[in-house]
T-cell receptor, first 115, second 113 residues
Framework: NAGVTQTPKFQVLKTGQSMTLQCAQDMNHNSMYWYRQDPGMGLRLIYYSASEGTTDKGEVPNGYNVSRLNKREFSLRLESAAPSQTSVYFC??????????????FGPGTRLLVL | GNSVTQMEGPVTLSEEAFLTINCTYTATGYPSLFWYVQYPGEGLQLLLKATKADDKGSNKGFEATYRKETTSFHLEKGSVQVSDSAVYFCALRRGAGSYQLTFGKGTKLSVIP
């Protein structure tokens, strides 16, 4: 049971390049999320998917697209990377545990540097 | 809108000292409250949570009580260890059916031997 996995762990891009960050979870969770973490800013939600086949914008969606490929996988795409997108990106998933409470579980993060 | 305010760090304590990290929130309705911990180079891990007023969340010696009257959820530990050095995030979820977590900016804790 790996939990939430993310690839790659680290990536360097040039301005204007595109890339896709991959995320997968093996906890059979319905909901998945993408956050970015910047120094002094905490985590901010980019997009989320409440269930397979649905996606919604979070707090900072501009410059990103997402795909909920199936129940396990949720990818984040940068079509034309900008230096302002230099950040650490975290994927998370959530489900209702035995307590009936929704809890989010996070992956290890992808560190992205855009030059 | 919803917001979470944490005490600014960094916080440096000696081993076995008492820890308090303050967290206050602004939200409508009855949010659920969380503390997450991030160890160096890792993702966030849920530390504890509370879903209604006066609930106390606890885990690994850490505690926090949901105080609706003061809109607070302060994190405490009686005796910190070097292994507790990490960044701690307070967060809220607006309520049942809401998916979005709102995070505070994080408080970095360093515990020295």
């Amino acid at each position: 049971n790996a939990g939430v996995t993310q690839t790659p762990k680290f990536q360097v891009l040039k301005t204007g390049q595109s890339m896709t960050l991959q995320c997968a979870q093996d906890m059979n969770h319905n909901s998945m999320y993408w956050y970015r973490q910047d120094p002094g800013m905490g985590l901010r939600l980019i997009y989320y998917s409440a269930s397979e086949g649905t996606t919604d914008k979070g707090e900072v969606p501009n410059g990103y697209n997402v795909s909920r490929l199936n129940k396990r996988e949720f990818s984040l795409r940068l079509e034309s990377a900008a230096p302002s997108q230099t950040s650490v990106y975290f994927c998370a998933s959530s489900g209702t545990g035995t307590s009936g409470q929704e809890t989010q579980y996070f992956g290890p993060g992808t560190r992205l540097l855009v030059l | 809108g919803n917001s979470v305010t944490q005490m600014e760090g960094p916080v440096t304590l000696s081993e076995e000292a008492f820890l308090t990290i303050n967290c206050t929130y602004t939200a409508t309705g009855y949010p659920s409250l969380f503390w997450y911990v991030q160890y160096p180079g890792e993702g966030l891990q849920l530390l504890l949570k509370a879903t209604k007023a006066d609930d106390k969340g606890s885990n690994k010696g850490f505690e926090a009580t949901y105080r609706k009257e003061t809109t607070s959820f302060h994190l405490e530990k009686g005796s910190v260890q070097v292994s507790d050095s990490a960044v701690y995030f307070c967060a809220l979820r607006r309520g049942a059916g809401s998916y979005q977590l709102t995070f505070g900016k994080g408080t970095k804790l360093s515990v020295i031997p």
